[in-house]
């Protein structure tokens, strides 16, 4: 706004100066608002965008924060959460993988277990047909003596004494044999009785002669030890 000056003091303006102060001074308040109100829409438009620049990139950093504490980007965000899932998804199968192991450990384990149940049975069934097996060998070489009351057998067959040696019945009595049992001798030839060792005593049945033969250390009357008929 341009302001008319004088040059000496005190004298007034005349009325067209004054219009033209006011009408420059309205038409420089004009151009000022103006150009202030262009410039602070330019610089309000400026800051605007800015703001609305900051805004939306500190939204989008705050969105990428929002399922979680501290500072990133949404990329780091996501690939936080893509990272998350496969990790998730590997610990998964880490885990199923350990399951499987354990899973098969188990079934190893029952695996052990049964082939150590079979393997004790089997243990077991072989210790007890070697146990039977060395109590029948042990009952048969039983060289101890056996005192007893009596002998039942209640089994089938007829019960047999074998002895590689003598078999001697020893009693402070008789030897007795009981009715209905009878006393049965050995049954031999003459070829087997004379291969026997006869001492004074021995008695069977020759099936040659169809006699009852004792044996005596003097058979004919003159010391010589023999074969006799016994009837």
Same mark, same amino acid.
């Given at each position: 706004?341009?302001?008319?000056?004088?040059?000496?003091?005190?004298?007034?303006?005349?009325?067209?100066?004054?219009?033209?102060?006011?009408?420059?001074?309205?038409?420089?308040?004009?151009?000022?608002?103006?150009?202030?109100?262009? %410039?602070?829409?330019?610089?309000? #438009?400026?800051? #605007?965008?800015?703001?609305?620049?900051?805004? #939306?990139?500190?939204?989008?950093?705050?969105?990428?924060?929002?399922?979680?504490?501290?500072?990133?980007?949404?990329?780091?965000?996501?690939?936080?959460?893509?990272?998350?899932?496969?990790?998730?998804?590997?610990?998964?199968?880490?885990?199923?993988?350990?399951?499987?192991?354990?899973?098969?450990?188990?079934?190893?384990?029952?695996?052990?277990?049964?082939?150590?149940?079979?393997?004790?049975?089997?243990?077991?069934?072989?210790?007890?047909?070697?146990?039977?097996?060395?109590?029948?060998?042990?009952?048969?070489?039983?060289?101890?003596?056996?005192?007893?009351?009596?002998?039942?057998?209640?089994?089938?067959?007829?019960?047999?004494? %074998?002895?590689?040696?003598?078999?001697?019945?020893?009693?402070?009595?008789?030897?007795?044999?009981?009715?209905?049992?009878?006393?049965?001798?050995?049954?031999?030839?003459?070829?087997?009785?004379?291969?026997?060792?006869?001492?004074?005593?021995?008695?069977?049945?020759? %099936?040659?002669?169809?006699?009852?033969?004792?044996?005596?250390?003097?058979?004919?009357?003159?010391?010589?030890?023999?074969?006799?008929?016994?009837?």
């Amino acid at each position: 706004m341009a302001i008319t000056l004088r040059g000496v003091k005190g004298s007034s303006l005349t009325h067209p100066e004054l219009d033209t102060n006011f009408t420059d001074l309205v038409s420089n308040d004009y151009n000022t608002y103006n150009t202030l109100k262009v %410039t602070q829409d330019a610089n309000d #438009y400026s800051t #605007y965008t800015t703001l609305t620049a900051n805004i #939306y990139n500190t939204f989008a950093y705050l969105n990428a924060n929002s399922s979680g504490v501290g500072g990133g980007t949404l990329a780091n965000d996501y690939n936080t959460y893509i990272s998350a899932m496969s990790n998730d998804y590997s610990t998964y199968v880490a885990l199923s993988g350990l399951i499987n192991t354990v899973s098969g450990n188990v079934t190893a384990a029952y695996a052990n277990d049964y082939n150590t149940y079979a393997t004790i049975d089997a243990n077991v069934y072989n210790t007890y047909e070697a146990l039977e097996s060395n109590t029948y060998d042990t009952y048969n070489n039983l060289y101890v003596m056996v005192t007893g009351y009596s002998y039942n057998s209640n089994g089938n067959g007829i019960p047999t004494i %074998t002895s590689n040696t003598n078999i001697n019945l020893i009693a402070q009595g008789a030897v007795a044999i009981t009715s209905p049992a009878v006393l049965r001798l050995p049954r031999m030839n003459t070829s087997i009785r004379n291969a026997a060792s006869a001492q004074a005593g021995d008695m069977v049945f020759n %099936t040659d002669s169809e006699t009852f033969q004792g044996y005596t250390s003097d058979s004919d009357g003159l010391g010589n030890p023999g074969w006799v008929d016994l009837h």
